[in-house]
């Protein structure tokens, strides 16, 4: 009630009052109020005029606007507009609001999102002065800020169980719709899949029973309400899913089971039973019969009787045949059915019934009880399934089945195949009735009905009659029967007479007269069936003619199956005769047969008899071996071995006979009973046997489908060779998508079947079983796999198809990390996840980020530079500032991936950018003054943004960037804040000292941020000067520290009082840091620095800008922390502590990481001070101030990981005593990872399988891992600090969490790699021939003693050999016998050899490192006998050095030790990490196990940083054994001749070269036309570039016409004799006047002459300057210019090449590649047609001879051929080449630095002749035409004369003087200026000083006299093998340099200069616009 007397009481002050009194009235609110989303307004269903809903976001926008009817449109009747109402906004009951317009927009700041049933009111109460209180009121107008809240429910059936095509109701509703709102229906394998449907078709609200539950049909009873209906053609788990587009991404879903229909089989009831007396057993069995019938038996064990049956339509009542029945029992049912499919198992069981207790057992499974009640009259259903336990139980009158009456008890029961619905219905308490349905559950089976199967039955006559009996036979077969059906079968056979006239014989047959062997009585060629599985049965039919007695077989199956049968009986006799008599053969033509050995044939011979009478047939076959003159009739075939050789069908096995041709004879004599006749008859044919072919088979088939998520095989293991089971085979697999690849066996790309895959064949494609992984192959695809075995010239081979179902759809989850509002702030980060939720690591998805604009046009992004996780990740992190100036509105992120098994997905996700303040200007007033004495105001203005209001923050910049970076911000601006607040205008303030070593400058940072946050930065910059009084700097401290305590100190504090407090307090720390070297002035450092520090302790850290201030102030007073008492330093640790703890809570609020990251780099500043105090090395140093610096480490590494994102670049935070490294992995990418290949210094690979939790580490897991760096040991007071020899590191590996904490994980295992910085034993040896010259050798020895533990050296060469090494005792090698040696190899590690000595106790291993463990060490010393012994270690190896050498073999000796440190208060322990196999003398390898660390209990809490080091066993002093074991060698001349030629050529071309540069000094570089006029306007130089093409130079007369903006210039005549212009290569510079001033050149035209030898010319480029005005235009001609003979006066016209348009690449780089090739190529500049700049061609021909000498020197010292006699000759070649080639890079810097002292030294020229006046001939006086005036003024002078240029327009009346006195050149070219333009030089190059060049001569000079001298020196101990192995060597050094290097490096250089766009201005031109410099006067402008 106070309440709403408040809010009346401030309506009635903000409103003007009523008149006069009247009644309450309402009126509606006179304004609108609307809340749009980016995709619309949203609606609830109870929104009305009163009532808006507003979609719940971070931050919301309400507009508002008047009602209709009530805007200030409407006038009153006075004539007057209605004022705007006064309204106040509440949100939740909260004023946030008074507005009095009519128009605007309320930006509200909602905080954390609510719950789904919760949500946000803000109400609107307007009073207007047409309205007024108390008498009147409006309408509130409330606004509903809520998010979107989803339910999704089963509407029908609601069973937990959906059959096959049932429907399926679905329905959802929503608290909000829109517009522009869909709902996307998705469900695999429902119809329909998908479904689109828009928010605004929604239903009305459904009844109350549809609901699953209350509470359900409550939420939605308000809500928006939407149905679906959906059927699954397919059983199993199917998952529905409603998802909402356009607008943040919400789905939900359902899980349906849905089962396959169950086949009803049988039904029965009983009659009414007595409950007490008549209780019910019935026993039950399902039986298979065949594969295909199934017998089903019911039994009632109490034989009640009067049951009541019905079957269903596919079933066959049977009695059974072999089933025995108790007297006892009753059968109540005996059926059996016909099945196709699935195999069945027996199956039994029984029921029973007794006093209202229902026992259910099944085959082995307990028995289930269920108690019926049948006292209650109320129904109840059961569900039970043997298989899951009782599925569903329930007890209702709604059950799931109907009942027959009011007390129906109903159970469903369910055993593997078998379903049974019970129903028992009680009557009266002592009745009961009975009924039972059987049903069967089909899964994978096909009931069939018995009308479905035809009768199988087979008739056959025997075709003759007995000589003595006269009788035939009638036969027939039919499927053998079971036992329990044989009884079923009935057969009557009907005899009639030959004219059907009358039944002759009756006979009926069951299935008992069958006979056995029926099928002798028929011919088995005639039975088109397996005899052994059918049942035959015989009639013997008397024969009374010869005529065919017709007969009639009728079969019957019971009652239910009858077939009838005509078959004739045939009784026939003739004569006896054979017929026919052939040995069948595929092509009656045949002659011979060929056959394989291996395989088992067969030979039938076609032997036809008329007989009929009884016979005798003897029948006989022969084998002969064939030769070439026939067979061998003398020597037949053994056929013992042959099965059938009396009868007509013969087998020949495998193996029986060898290879060759063979004739088979096949003899039959038939003999008549009762005859002396004998009918014969024989064949023959050849056989060929052969090698049999191979068999190649794959299991399976030739098709198969394999699962997408199945592992499967290629069994290709029953292939074989039938002729013999010996021998190998090979196999080959092959794989293509396309069948026709293997028609050519040739491959395409496009059709391999796996990425690995690089030709036809498979990946693995050898062994006979290819096992492939699951996912391997893209599924929805037919892979042809071919399967190729061959043996010897054999091949087979044998094919399948594969068929890959299709893998389920990728599933994209996106969303957003970081900056996640409505538009993201351009200076944050922007991070998001866009996972693959249903990928594994298996399947390699591949990512793929694109940027587009609002218009769907993609945007070129940098995404390496922008981004910390490139473009190829699930993971998007893109820097803060990027987005600083947006060229569009909005933007797209795209993101699709794919999977290397072809399936793919995409999202996109939509942006906008709320763009900064527009920039306007501040500045700095006064510009400068004196440091803590002058008070300086900044001021902004001409600042805009929308989003208001604005705020200013202005920040002093610190040196804390410099010296301590964090690599994941931006731009770090780390410093006090000097103000922060909405005025533009900052109150007086003091400023510290500036920089020293930038003039005294300090530079501040204006951040001006609107109402999102975003902001604009202005840097500026004031020049402070050092105070003069230092006396008045201890007043100004106290000053500022009074002011700074009494503002922190301040009950009311606020946040602008702790800014400025905190400011002040730096301003006074740097007082103190100012006065601390000043030795005149003494003040207390101590106290005062621990007067700062109190007042810091003061300030509250509420907000990150008072962070902000506190670390600055503890940076600046720890500064000097030596000046500071512990108690200061610890009071500084305490703050430092809070303040991490209070930045990590405004991270975690604020959600958004590069400002509580630029704090960060100020904490660690402050703890790098502290540690790098003398108070590491107090021995009163307490562990528990060190584990406070750890722990602020913690904090700072968890602020810090909160704003990295998985897969992103590593995070360093370095400073100047230690690095932190952060990187973050996903647990597939960091599981078991340990790379090969590594290039970080100091390396930590973790191997992370479990949580703290104890519970597995799941792929999707992210793992953070912190690395610290010291270089020195950070915990001196500790043991092992002198011994330590690395760095000390620091790790710490924690699970990130989706909020960003850090969960600690123990890492199961670590590798860790540690720099050394000393600890090794290192020496170089003498290697040199041994004494026999066999061997290149060397050797060391050392001293051991009793604690000398293992051992370790490793060699260390550039060689690639291996070394034997040879251990002895002692240092007296004569005759000494090693007592251990080792191989030592370069790519593999070092093994033991010939004596047997273990290495199993050494723990490192690698090549070229050998160990000598203790076991060996320990015998050396008990077999001398003494406490210390010499060890001598000699290496052997075969490559063989010619003299003595110590440079190419060093020798490291180490022995290291792991310590780790288990947290700040513990000790090292050498025994938790073991040194690793891969510590060399670079680094030490550590391995840290976590289940060998022994737990312990320790006395603080442990700190989470676990530290590592490694510590040195010192070893003995060395001794190089060299000199005792290398021999001396032999000389000659080789070398000296060598060089005296080489000096030959060299002095005859310096006369050359010489000469050829006296010629070039007489060239003119600017050559003025004859012809030009001194009246003349305009004045141009214009340069010609000729080609360097082959005959690219001209002879023929150029003509130029100018062509500008004002006019053109007539044709004139490029006149340059006697000076040759127009060459090859060459450059000319031509001075032309013009009558008038042409403006701006357009174009010139060019025309040639036909004249002269060469008339064609390639014009490349030019270039044309006014001389006047100094502005150049740039052609680019790149033409051939050629004569035609047609058109003589042709013309080729350029024009000016736009400055903007990049180059075409080919000919920038050709331009280029000439260029580099003419200057930078030694030895062809020197031939080249014209040398351009000071570099002439005597000094390129002798830099050439120093770098070739230099390079044989480099040869003949680091040549080392090998002297082995048993390699070939060619091989030393080889080597010498090599040496060769490489010694030849070796000579590079020496090359280049000498071309740099000649090239660019700048000599004191002798006079420049900048201008040349040719001599013209009379021939072109018509052309040329010179004045005698013009004649008069020229002379030598002109070129050291430079004045200003006549102006344009005056040119009438020009003086003569004018042309003298440097008419055509500017003022502004000093003589160094000209000197460049004249030599070709650009103004980019260096200028050195003239003195320079007799550097480079000096150089010159010496390298070619020490080294012909060493060359000399060296060759004269070569034998003549040696030197002529080091001259091939020096030729190669040379032909490299020639050919090689130097093209190949301007090839290189070229190439890459020409793969960015170029422009002209890339290009060298003679003359180049100089850049004019920002004056001084503009500079404070600039600044601000």
């Known amino acids: 009630m106070a309440a709403l007397l408040l809010l009346l009481l401030q309506l009635l002050a903000c409103c003007p009052r009523g008149s006069a009194a009247s009644p309450v009235r309402l009126q509606p609110s006179p304004l609108w109020v609307s809340c749009p989303g980016p995709h619309g307004q949203v609606f609830q269903r109870q929104d009305n005029e009163h009532k808006v809903s507003c979609l719940w976001n971070s931050t919301v926008t309400l507009h508002y606007q008047p009602a209709p009817g009530a805007g200030p449109e409407v006038e009153r009747e006075e004539g007057q507009r209605p004022s705007p109402p006064c309204c106040l906004w509440y949100l939740n009951s909260g004023s946030v609001r008074n507005i009095s317009r009519w128009s605007g927009q309320v930006v509200l700041q909602t905080g954390q999102a609510p719950s789904p049933e919760t949500s946000s009111l803000l109400t609107v109460q307007c009073s207007s002065a047409s309205c007024a209180a108390p008498e009147c009121f409006h309408h509130n107008v409330s606004v509903e800020i809520s998010v979107q809240d989803m339910r999704l429910f089963v509407i029908r059936p609601q069973t937990p169980i959906i059959r096959v095509w049932q429907p399926v109701e679905l329905g959802w509703c929503a608290r909000l719709k829109s517009a522009g709102w869909q709902y996307r229906f998705r469900s695999r394998g429902g119809v329909p899949s998908t479904l689109l449907l828009p928010s605004s078709e929604h239903q009305d609200t459904s009844p109350p029973a549809v609901y699953p539950t209350a509470e359900l049909q409550k939420t939605c009873a308000t809500y928006y309400s939407y149905r679906l209906t959906v059927c699954y053609g397919q059983p199993g788990i199917h998952v529905a899913l409603v998802s909402i587009e356009q607008m943040p991404h919400m789905s939900f879903n359902l899980s349906l089971k849905v089962e396959r229909d169950l086949v009803h089989v049988l039904s029965i009831s009983s009659k009414l039973l007595s409950v007490a007396q008549q209780p019910l057993s019935l026993s039950w069995w399902l039986q298979p019969l065949t594969l295909s019938t199934l017998a089903y038996r019911l039994v009632d064990t109490q ?119 019970l129903t028992i219905q009680f009557l009266a308490l002592q009745w009961y009735k009975f009924k039972m349905y059987l049903y069967l559950n089909q899964k994978k089976s096909l009931i069939r009905s018995l009308p479905e199967r035809d009768l199988d039955v087979h008739v056959f006559s025997s075709g003759r009659s007995s000589f003595l009996q006269n009788f035939s036979y009638l036969v027939w077969f039919i499927p053998t029967q079971h036992p329990m059906l044989q009884c079923e079968w009935t057969f009557y056979l009907q005899l009639f007479g030959t004219k059907k006239d009358h039944v002759v014989q009756n006979s009926t047959y069951t299935y008992n007269n069958h ?114 003159s026939g067979p061998d009739w003398s020597n037949p075939v053994n056929t013992s071995v042959l099965y059938g050789t009396k009868m007509v069908h013969l087998t020949v096995p495998k193996n029986a006979l060898d290879y ?109 079983i290819q096992t492939i992984p699951p996912e391997s192959l893209p599924g929805s695809t037919l892979y042809y796999f071919r399967l190729v075995v061959q043996k010897g010239k054999r091949k087979a081979y044998a094919d399948q198809i594969i068929e890959v179902d299709p893998g389920p759809p990728l599933i994209l989850n996106v969303r957003c990390i970081e900056n996640c509002g409505r538009s993201i702030i351009p200076t944050e980060r922007f991070s998001l996840s866009g996972k693959c939720s249903n990928c594994k690591p298996s399947n390699k998805p591949l990512y793929y980020w694109s940027l587009f604009s609002d218009t769907s046009k993609e945007i070129h992004f940098d995404w390496d530079s922008k981004t910390s996780t490139g473009r190829f990740g699930a993971y998007m992190s893109i820097h803060a500032l990027t987005f600083m100036k947006p060229a569009y509105q909005s933007y797209v992120l795209h993101l699709s991936v ?48 929308t989003q208001l209001p604005l705020t200013y923050k202005v920040i002093l910049a610190s040196h804390v960037p410099e010296t301590t970076a964090v690599t994941s911000v931006a731009e770090n601006t780390f410093g006090p804040i000097l103000y922060y607040g909405y005025e533009s205008t900052t109150p007086p303030s003091f400023l510290p000292v500036g920089d020293p070593y930038h003039k005294h400058t300090l530079t501040l940072h204006v951040q001006v941020r609107d109402f999102l946050g975003a902001f604009t930065q202005v840097t500026l910059r004031v020049h402070m000067k050092n105070p003069h009084k230092i006396q008045s700097l201890s007043a100004v401290f106290h000053e500022l520290l009074a002011s700074a305590n009494r503002l922190s100190v301040s009950s009311a504090q606020q946040t602008g009082d702790g ?72 009071l500084a640790i305490g703050k430092l502590t809070e303040v991490t703890r209070a930045l990590l809570r405004q991270r975690l609020r604020s959600r958004l990481s590069e400002e509580a990251e630029i704090q960060t780099s100020g904490i660690l500043k402050c703890l790098a001070h502290i540690l790098s105090s003398d108070l590491l090395r107090l021995k009163n140093a307490s562990a528990d101030g060190f584990k406070n610096i750890f722990s ?112 600690p994980m123990k890492p199961e295992k670590a590798d860790i790699f540690l720099a050394r910085r000393g600890g090794i034993t290192a020496f170089n040896i003498v290697m040199g021939p041994d004494k026999t010259q066999a061997y290149t050798i060397g050797g060391f020895s050392f001293e051991l003693n009793e604690t000398t533990t293992n051992v370790y050296f490793q060699i260390m060469t550039s060689l690639k050999v291996t070394f034997r090494v040879l251990v002895f005792a002692g240092t007296n090698l004569t005759h000494a016998q090693p007592v251990a040696s080792f191989s030592a190899f370069h790519n593999m590690p070092t093994v033991a050899s010939g004596n047997g000595t273990s290495t199993a106790d050494c723990s490192i291993s690698g090549p070229y490192i050998v160990c000598l463990p203790q076991s060996l060490l320990n015998k050396i010393l008990q077999e001398s006998g003494l406490d210390s012994q010499n060890i001598s270690v000699i290496l052997e190896t075969h490559y063989v050095l010619r003299y003595p050498n110590r440079k190419l073999v060093d020798v490291c000796i180490f022995n290291d030790r792991c310590l780790h440190l288990d947290g700040v208060e513990g000790e090292w322990n050498k025994d938790t990490c073991r040194i690793g196999s891969l510590t060399d003398w670079e680094k030490i390898h550590c391995v840290c196990d976590s289940k060998q660390t022994r737990q312990r209990l320790p006395s603080l809490p442990s700190s989470n940083i676990k530290f590592l080091a490694a510590k040195v066993v010192v070893l003995p ?161 790149r033409k051939w210019l050629f004569i035609d003979k047609n058109n003589p006066s042709r013309d080729w016209k350029f024009s000016v090449a736009d400055p903007e348009v990049p180059l075409p690449k080919l000919d920038y780089f050709l331009i280029n590649f000439n260029r580099r090739l003419t200057e930078y190529h030694l030895w062809l500049s020197i031939f080249a047609p014209v040398i351009t700049g000071a570099f002439t061609r005597f000094q390129r021909l002798s830099t050439f001879l120093a770098v070739i000498l230099f390079s044989f020197l480099v040869n003949i010292m680091f040549f080392n051929a090998e002297k082995d006699e048993e390699t070939p000759i060619y091989l030393r070649y080889l080597r010498s080449i090599t040496v060769g080639i490489e010694c030849a890079l070796l000579t590079l810097p020496v090359e280049m630095l000498i071309i740099a002292l000649f090239k660019y030294s700048q000599k004191d020229p002798p006079p420049v002749v900048t201008k040349m006046y040719p001599k013209v001939d009379s021939r072109y006086w018509n052309n040329c035409i010179i004045s005698e005036k013009d004649a008069n003024v020229i002379d030598t002078d002109e070129q050291t004369v430079s004045v200003s240029s006549p102006q344009t327009g005056k040119g009438s009346q020009k003086s003569s003087s004018n042309l003298t006195e440097g008419g055509f050149f500017s003022k502004g070219r000093t003589l160094s200026t000209t000197i460049r333009q004249l030599r070709k030089i650009p103004d980019t190059e260096p200028l050195l000083c003239w003195w320079w060049v007799c550097v480079a001569w000096a150089l010159v000079l010496g390298i070619t006299v020490l080294s012909s001298f060493f060359i000399v020196l060296y060759g004269l101990s070569y034998g003549y093998q040696t030197s002529r192995e080091w001259l091939i060597a020096s030729g190669t050094s040379f032909l490299e340099n020639l050919f090689f290097h130097s093209i190949l490096k301007s090839l290189l250089f070229s190439a890459i200069s020409s793969i960015r766009a170029k422009y002209l201005e890339d290009i060298r031109w003679v003359t180049q616009e100089k850049h004019v410099e920002v004056s001084s006067a503009e500079e404070p402008e600039r600044v601000t």
């Open 660 to 768: 060759g041709v063979y004739l088979f004879h096949f003899t039959a004599e038939v003999i008549p009973i009762r005859s002396s006749t004998v009918l014969k008859a024989f064949d023959v044919i050849y056989v060929a046997i052969e090698k049999a072919d191979l068999t190649a088979n794959i299991s399976g088939g030739s098709v198969r489908t394999v699962g997408f998520s199945e592992s499967w095989t290629l069994d290709g293991s029953k292939s074989s060779d039938p002729d013999s089971d010996g021998g190998q085979m090979r196999f080959t697999w092959y794989c293509t998508k396309d069948w026709e690849d293997y028609k050519t066996m040739k491959f395409s790309l496009k059709n391999r079947c796996h990425p690995l895959q690089k030709d036809l064949r498979w990946i693995t494609h050898s062994g006979p």
């Open 1517 to 1677: 002093n060395t001794v190089d054994l060299g000199r005792d074991l290398i021999a001396d060698i032999p000389k000659n001349p080789l070398t000296l001749i060598t060089v005296l030629s080489i000096f030959a050529i060299f002095l005859f071309l310096c006369c050359w070269a010489i000469g050829k540069d006296r010629v070039e000094k007489e060239i003119k570089y600017i050559i003025v036309l004859p012809d030009n006029e001194a009246s003349d306007e305009g004045s141009f130089l214009v340069t010609l570039y000729t080609g360097s093409r082959w005959n690219a130079g001209t002879t023929a007369e150029v003509f130029l016409q100018l062509i500008g903006q004002y006019g053109r210039s007539k044709f004139r005549c490029l006149w340059h004799q006697p000076s040759p212009a127009f060459q090859r290569g060459s450059i000319d510079c031509f001075l032309v006047t013009t009558k008038k001033n042409l403006g701006d050149i357009r174009s010139f035209k060019l025309r040639l002459s036909d004249e002269g030898k060469s008339p064609s010319w390639f014009v490349s480029r030019a270039e044309v300057e006014d001389m006047s005005t100094r502005k150049v235009w740039f052609f680019l001609c």
């Open 1059 to 1130: 800014i400025r407090a905190g400011y002040l307090a730096y301003l006074a720390a740097s007082v103190l840091n100012y006065i601390i070297d000043i030795p005149t002035v003494q003040l207390p450092q101590a106290q005062l620095r621990e007067r700062v520090v109190n007042t810091a302790l003061s300030i509250s850290v509420r907000s990150i800008m008072e962070i902000n201030q506190v670390a600055a102030v503890l940076s600046e007073v720890t500064q000097a922390v030596e000046r500071m008492n512990i108690r200061s330093q610890d």
């Open 303 to 421: 034989a009640i009787g009067g049951w009541l049956r019905s079957y269903s339509s596919f079933t066959l009542p049977s009695n059974f045949c072999s089933t025995s029945q108790n007297l006892d029992e009753t059968v109540v049912a005996s059926v059996y059915f016909h099945v196709d499919g699935k195999r069945f198992e027996e199956l039994a069981g029984e029921l029973r019934l007794f006093n209202g207790t229902l026992s259910l057992t099944a085959g082995k499974e307990a028995p289930i009880h269920v108690n019926l009640y049948p006292g209650k009259t109320n129904s109840s259903t059961y569900i039970f399934r043997y298989n899951q336990g009782t599925f569903y139980t329930s007890k209702d009158n709604n059950g799931t089945f109907s009942t027959d009456g009011p007390n129906t008890h109903t159970v469903f029961y369910q055993y593997k195949e078998l379903s049974y619905l």
């Open 1192 to 1303: 602020i480490m913690e904090g700072v590494i968890e602020i810090v990981s909160m704003g990295k994102v998985p897969e992103e670049i590593e995070t360093l935070m370095e400073t100047d005593y230690w690095n932190i490294t952060l990187v973050k992995k996903e647990a597939w990418n960091i599981t078991d990872y340990l790379p090969t290949t590594y290039t970080c210094r100091n390396c930590f690979f973790p191997i992370v399988k479990q949580k703290a939790d104890g519970s597995a580490v799941v792929p999707n897991t992210v793992v953070a891992t912190a690395l610290l760096e010291f270089d020195e040991t950070p915990f001196p007071w500790l043991g092992y600090t002198s011994d330590i020899i690395s760095v000390v590191i620091g790790y710490k590996v924690a699970e990130s969490t989706r909020n960003g904490d850090l969960i």
């Open 515 to 628: 006979v056995k062997n029926a099928a002798r009585f028929v011919r088995r060629s005639a039975l088109p069936f397996d005899a052994e599985k059918y049942t035959g049965f015989v009639a013997e039919v008397n024969c009374t003619s010869s005529a065919p007695i017709p007969a009639l077989l009728s079969v019957r199956v019971k009652d239910h199956t009858a077939k009838t049968i005509e078959a004739p009986v045939v009784c026939a006799k003739r004569e006896c005769r054979i017929t026919r008599c052939w040995i069948q053969r595929p092509n009656p033509k045949s002659l011979i047969l060929f056959k394989k050995k291996a395989v088992e044939f067969y030979l039938f011979t076609k032997l036809d008899i008329d007989c009929n009478v009884g016979i005798t047939v003897n029948i006989l076959w022969h084998v002969y071996p064939t030769k070439e």
């Open 898 to 945: 794919t999977t290397w098994d072809g399936r793919s997905s995409s999202s996109t996700i939509p942006f906008t950018v709320n763009i900064p303040p527009r920039a306007g200007r501040c500045n700095i007033s006064p510009h400068y003054g004196i440091a803590f004495l002058t008070k300086f105001v900044v001021k902004c203005r001409g600042f805009y943004d």
